[in-house]
C-alpha cells in the first residue's frame, strides 16, 4: 500500500499568479521593442528568453503536482517536483511527529544533521531516524559538487501533515518511543 503525501497546494497559487505575470511581461516587452523599432533576431531572442522564464515556472508547478513525497512500506520517499529526491527506508524512522516552522531560508537545507525540505519557507512535519542517512546535495549544475551529507532528522511540507503523519506512523515499525496521534 502506497500513500501520496502531496506538498504544492501552498504554493500554486503564487506561481500561478508569477506564470501570469511572466507571460504578460512578454507580451508588454514584445510590444515595447517594436515600439522602439528593435529589429527581428535581437527581439525574438529576448523573447524566448522570456518565454524559457514562464516555462520554467510552469514546470516547477507540474512537477511538484506530479511528483509528490510518498510512503510504501519500504520506504518514506521525499521531493521536490525534479530538483530533490530522498527514500528514506521505514526501518530508520524512530518517530515522526507535527512541529510547524515558518522561518526556512532555503528550499532545501542541510545543516547539524538536518535535512529541510521547505515549500514557502515552511516545514510542518519532522522524522527521527535511528542512524544518519546520506543526503546528496541539491543539483544546482551552475555551483561546483558537494559531498552529501549525514543526516538523523528530515523537516518537510505536507499539505495535510495529520493524514501524512498518520500514513508514516501507520507503515513505520514500532518502537519504544510513543509517536504524536
Not at 80 to 90: A, E, M, S, T
Not at 118 to 147: D, H, K
Request: net charge positive; glycine share 4%.
Amino acid at each position: 500500500m502506497r500513500h501520496v503525501i502531496g506538498y504544492s497546494r501552498e504554493q500554486t497559487p503564487m506561481m500561478a499568479v508569477m506564470l501570469f505575470v511572466l507571460v504578460l511581461e512578454t507580451a508588454a516587452v514584445d510590444l515595447l521593442l517594436r515600439g522602439f523599432g528593435l529589429p527581428d533576431v535581437p527581439r525574438l531572442g529576448i523573447l524566448v528568453l522570456d518565454a524559457a522564464s514562464a516555462l520554467a515556472v510552469l514546470g516547477v508547478m507540474v512537477s511538484c503536482a506530479r511528483r509528490p513525497h510518498t510512503v510504501s512500506p519500504e520506504a518514506l520517499r521525499l521531493r521536490y517536483g525534479r530538483l530533490f529526491g530522498l527514500d528514506v527506508p521505514l526501518e530508520l524512522v524512530t518517530s515522526v511527529r507535527i512541529d510547524r516552522r515558518y522561518d526556512q531560508r532555503k528550499l532545501v537545507g542541510l545543516s547539524d544533521g538536518e535535512l529541510a525540505l521547505a515549500v514557502s519557507s515552511q516545514t510542518n512535519l519532522v522524522v527521527e531516524l535511528r542512524e544518519p542517512i546520506e543526503v546528496p546535495p541539491p543539483r544546482r549544475p551552475w555551483t561546483a559538487a558537494r559531498p552529501a551529507a549525514a543526516v538523523r532528522r528530515l523537516r518537510f511540507f505536507a499539505d495535510d501533515p495529520a493524514a501524512a503523519l498518520c500514513a508514516v506512523a501507520a507503515l513505520t515499525p514500532r518502537t519504544s518511543e510513543e509517536r504524536a496521534p
